[in-house]
């Protein structure tokens, strides 16, 4: 079993920034995809981000292109989420999962979720 837990969430202002980063611990599953997700109030769960085992394959959801950035660092079993130029349309609770034999970055199956932090983009 892996284990994730999120961290990092808050509450900015319009045009602030937050980094979420995603600790795994547990079984190491080498190799393994890692993404980010988030949940607004009331609508459906949405793909944000993922990045590969390696970090040269990364993917993102239009809306948060060129404002957010994925990254990891195998050595302390992380994955970062840099979310710059916040807006309220942010606000979300975000999750990271992991894809243990994903092949195509952009089609994987998830099959480890942490519980969630929460990001407030507000004035």
């Known amino acids: 079993q892996v284990q994730l837990v999120e961290s990092g969430g808050g509450l900015v202002m319009p045009g602030g920034s937050l980094r979420l980063s995603c600790a795994a611990s547990?079984?190491?599953?080498?190799?393994?995809?890692t993404g980010w997700f988030r949940q607004a109030p009331g609508a459906e769960r949405e793909f944000v981000a993922a990045?590969?085992?390696?970090?040269?394959?990364?993917y993102y959801a239009d809306s948060v292109k060129g404002r957010f950035t994925i990254s990891r660092d195998n050595a302390k079993n992380t994955v970062y989420l840099q979310m710059n130029g916040l807006k309220p349309e942010d606000t979300a609770v975000y999750y990271c999962?992991?894809?243990?034999?994903?092949?195509?970055?952009?089609?994987?199956?998830?099959?480890?979720w942490g519980q969630g932090t929460q990001v407030s983009v507000s004035s």
């Open positions: 999962a992991l894809s243990p034999t994903c092949i195509i970055i952009m089609n994987c199956r998830y099959n480890y």
């Open positions: 547990g079984r190491t599953i080498s190799g393994s995809t």
């Open positions: 990045i590969s085992w390696s970090g040269l394959n990364t």
